[in-house]
């Protein structure tokens, strides 16, 4: 009986602790069941130029828009400038040279399907605000911070 208690008392408390965590979210403080106008989408920036990335590994952003390109199984709007025979004329990066390789890390002709729906990695930059505060820390600033700790070195 006396461990049916604790355990109740324990829910009880938990429930109530959880209850008053307020969580950001993009609705803000209209209730569930109220309809509210969205906000619009953000200008999309056009400038051409390139984003620094904020991690060894991310996607480049896409700083032009795509409105209407194609991208689906029969044509990939973005390779008729990216494509390794396109940059000459139109200048733009060259597609990385990982979309040309297959699962087994062979290099193929032509880029592999693996990685030919461009949008699935790579985004238009919009021009705007964070609609939620955002606490995200690139990799240089940890590594300035590490060094100014600990004398650490790469």
Do not use: W
């Not at 051409?48 to 700083?63: A, G, L, T």
């Not at 964070?130 to 690139?138: A, I, K, Q």
């Amino acid at each position: 009986m006396k461990t049916i208690l604790i355990s109740a008392f324990v829910v009880v408390t938990a429930t109530a602790a959880f209850s008053e965590n307020q969580v950001a979210t993009l609705r803000g403080k209209a209730p569930l069941a109220e309809t509210y106008t969205a906000p619009t989408f953000p200008k999309v920036d056009n400038s051409d130029v390139r984003q620094v990335r904020n991690y060894p590994e991310q996607p480049p952003v896409i700083p032009h828009k795509i409105d209407g390109y194609q991208i689906d199984t029969k044509f990939n709007k973005c390779l008729d400038c990216h494509s390794r025979t396109a940059i000459e004329v139109s200048q733009a990066p060259m597609v990385s040279i990982t979309h040309f390789m297959d699962r087994d890390s062979q290099f193929l002709a032509s880029v592999s399907p693996r990685r030919y729906f461009c949008t699935q990695c790579h985004v238009p930059q919009a021009e705007g605000q964070p609609l939620l505060e955002n606490t995200f820390v690139d990799v240089d600033q940890v590594l300035d911070y590490i060094k100014s700790n600990e004398g650490g070195g790469q």
